[in-house]
């Protein structure tokens, strides 16, 4: 055992970073989604929410950083950044009434809300007179669910189209939004007690192969059809999901 965590299952950890910093290479979204998707199959599901959001703010800043719009962003994210305070603050109330499986019924039912979403192509559009309230919304249901999941970026990603971001903005963006949330969600985690040492070794060790991974996948990426991965993967996370749920019933 090394870091409270068996040998075998500590490899299987690193080996799901790999492949989710892979995906997230290939298709530019979707570690979060990949590692807690598998995640939970080796280690505890609290193990798994943990080292999710810890990993998620470092793999972001150096895409907010290339992008040179930080300024722009904050601009068009502000509404949802202040919603992500109290929200994460609430879900860390909900996340210590959590009882039995019910971790994974959410997390099951997460998955399949991303993956019906993202396959119906369904958006909405959001007027620049509604931005401060929609922002508020996304963020509040952001930082609730990221909370409980630290899969938030459905709501990110339903917020900046709505608004009509380009891929340079929308790219800006969302690595704001997710290295603020996963600060906040971190923060969290280390007030309700799931974030020790232990965790916070592993979740720097992980963050190798994760890299490995992304760097990877960016290689790989302009050789697959990204329409057809992304698809696949898709649909996977929708089979995942309802295992899960399965598993929580």
Known sequence: MMFGVEISALISVFLIFFIAGSVKGVLGFGLPLITMSLLPFVIPIELAIVLSALVQPATNIGQLISTGGAKQAFQSTWAVLLALIPSVAIG???????????????????????????????????????QGVAGGIAGVVAGVVGMLTSINGMFFIMYLVGIGADRKAFRAAIALLFIVSGVLI???????????????????LVLIPCFLGMWSGNLIGDRIPNDVFKRVILYALLVIGCV????GL
Do not use: D, M
């Open 244 to 247: 899960f749920i399965y598993r």
């Open 92 to 130: 860390v109330w909900f996340l210590s009434e959590l009882e039995g499986n019910s971790h994974l019924l959410i997390l099951g039912l997460t998955l399949i809300g991303f993956s019906l979403y993202s396959i119906s192509g369904f958006a909405v559009s959001i007027p620049e007179k509604r």
């Open 186 to 204: 971190n923060s969290g985690f280390w007030f309700a007690g799931l974030l020790n040492q232990n965790n916070i070794i592993i979740g720097i």
